[in-house]
T-cell receptor
């Protein structure tokens, strides 16, 4: 049973435009949500997170939006740059339980020139 | 701070052989995690240490798998009698109690191929 779902295996976006990556979750006990970025032959790198008590967190070109009622979050990257081409994992954790991070299957983002 | 180190980066082994991987976490991190990633999947949790205590094991971790963190520093993951289904990227990550809400720091992983 997948608790974190990324339904789009891949996404192509023109350089300079906005990239929107989506994620759904089923466990209402999750209290932290995270996005990781992964290049080939490297481990995942933490990108941005959001607490369940917030609905938006912004860090430079990256913004994460959380809609708790819909159990949905999204990552916006604007403007998209060639170096953003990577696999993006949505993840979630119950920090006050065991802080184990549960990952989605990932979305491969291609930034087109 | 050199980050999380994993050794080896690649391992090719014959089915039935035993393999052992090593992970050196960030020195001040007391929490250490092992994950496994197969093609087309996200990282899947295997096990978790807080200091030297192994606090949780996934049901993915069959009795052929064992992990240790003897002095609360580096950790080893051993797979006995490897099977082709064990072929995957094995990822180690670490965090401290203060950074748990900000994600783990992952190593580059050990890619295991069982032939």
């Amino acid at each position: 049973d997948q608790q974190v779902k990324q339904n789009s295996p891949s996404l192509s976006v023109q350089e300079g435009r906005i990239s929107i990556l989506n994620c759904d979750y089923t466990n209402s006990m999750f209290d932290y949500f995270l996005w990781y970025k992964k290049y080939p032959a490297e481990g995942p790198t933490f990108l941005i997170s959001i607490s369940s008590i917030k609905d938006k967190n912004e860090d430079g070109r990256f913004t994460v939006f959380l809609n708790k009622s819909a159990k949905h979050l999204s990552l916006h990257i604007v403007p998209s740059q060639p170096g953003d081409s990577a696999v993006y994992f949505c993840a979630a954790s119950e920090v006050n339980r065991d802080d184990k991070i549960i990952f989605g299957k990932g979305t491969r983002l291609h930034i087109l020139p | 701070d050199t980050g999380v180190s994993q050794d080896p980066r690649h391992k090719i082994t014959k089915r039935g052989q035993n393999v052992t991987f090593r992970c050196d976490p960030i020195s001040e991190h007391n929490r250490l995690y092992w994950y496994r990633q197969t093609l087309g999947q996200g990282p899947e949790f295997l096990t978790y240490f807080q200091n030297e205590a192994q606090l949780e094991k996934s049901r993915l971790l069959s009795d052929r798998f064992s992990a240790e963190r003897p002095k609360g520093s580096f950790s080893t993951l051993e797979i006995q009698r490897t099977e082709q289904g064990d072929s995957a990227m094995y990822l180690c990550a670490s965090s401290s109690d203060l950074t748990v809400a900000y994600g783990y720091t992952f190593g580059s992983g050990t890619r295991l191929t069982v032939v």
